[in-house]
T-cell receptor, first 109, second 112 residues
């Protein structure tokens, strides 16, 4: 079993829909990252969080440390949000990053 | 402009021919890291560096070497590349390990 699991693996939405991507992990962590990877490969860091909730524009990330779960929400989705979204955790006792395999999101106009 | 640069962006080489992929950042970041990305496996960490002259293994270090002689540079060295090292490689940096990471554009390596 992977230490970081994302769901769903694939997601198709209509423009304007509210989207949720989930990330569950099985190790103790010091921080959790959400990354975005567009077709063509470039990776951008969206959020790094260790507790609570962060918001940036239409994106919201939450984390529940007790339940070892994080969610990434996209409000009023747009075709330009189409990308792979990747969750990664930094182990509490290490400096390594462990990645989920990503969620491929396609937002149709 | 704050950025992480990698060179080359694309490389096709043959088994056993030593190669180096360079990574440089202009943000005075302490933490730098190398990852490889493979279909179905996602991103995996190869090596990371907490600061100059401080490096440590990630999850898949076999077949790779790194060095951190200067703060801005973190080259990835493949002494004897093999076909199973065909992959997409990303370098990243952050202010320290506790901050979000900035990724380079990626290097697509093919070893035949």
């Amino acid at each position: 079993k992977n230490e970081v699991e994302q769901s769903p693996q694939n997601l198709t939405a209509q423009e304007g829909e509210f989207i949720t991507i989930n990330c569950s992990y099985s190790v103790g962590i010091s921080a959790l990252h959400w990354l975005q990877q567009h077709p063509g490969g470039g990776i951008v860091s969206l959020f790094m969080l260790s507790s609570g909730k962060k918001k940036h524009g239409r994106l919201i990330a939450t984390i529940n440390i007790q339940e070892k779960h994080s969610s990434l929400h996209i409000t009023a989705s747009h075709p330009r949000d189409s990308a792979v979204y990747i969750c990664a955790v930094k182990g509490g006792a290490t400096n390594k990053l462990i990645f989920g395999t990503g969620t491929l999101l396609a937002v149709q106009p | 402009e704050a950025q992480v640069t990698q060179n080359p962006r694309y490389l096709i080489t043959v088994t056993g021919k030593k190669l180096t992929v360079t990574c440089s950042q202009n943000m005075n970041h302490e933490y730098m890291s190398w990852y490889r990305q493979d279909p179905g496996l996602g991103l995996r960490q190869i090596y990371y560096s907490m600061n100059v002259e401080v490096t440590d293994k990630g999850d898949v270090p076999e077949g790779y070497k790194v060095s951190r002689k200067e703060k801005r540079n973190f080259p990835l060295i493949l002494e004897s590349p093999s076909p199973n090292q065909t992959s997409l490689y990303f370098c990243a940096s952050s202010r320290t390990r506790a901050y979000e990471q900035y990724f380079g554009p990626g290097t697509r390596l093919t070893v035949t």
